[in-house]
């Protein structure tokens, strides 16, 4: 009754926190990153939770250089992790 779509995740879902995966692409600006330089690159932060390389965990320090093809998981503000993702 008169509502009008949401225009961005944040608005569309009432949540604080969200968590989601992303490949790091060869070649991409995540490519060389450490995990702490990714974090800190939106405006809201991104946390890194973990780091699966070859298909396994690996160690997800603020000092773990992101690889092509590793597949990093993130949790942070819907808005924050759009903007990390779309870099």
Partial sequence: ?????????????DINAYVT???VAPGS???GKSVAELG???DEPV????VLR???PDNAACDTVLRGGDIVLLEGAPDALERTIAK
């Avoid at 946390?47 to 973990?50: E, G, I, L």
């Fill in 1 to 13: 009754t008169g509502q009008k779509p949401a225009t961005a995740m944040g608005e569309a879902l």
């Fill in 40 to 42: 800190s690159d939106a």
């Fill in 47 to 50: 946390r890194v939770t973990s």
């Fill in 29 to 31: 600006p995540a490519e």
């Fill in 54 to 56: 070859d298909g396994a």
């Fill in 21 to 23: 995966e992303a490949r």
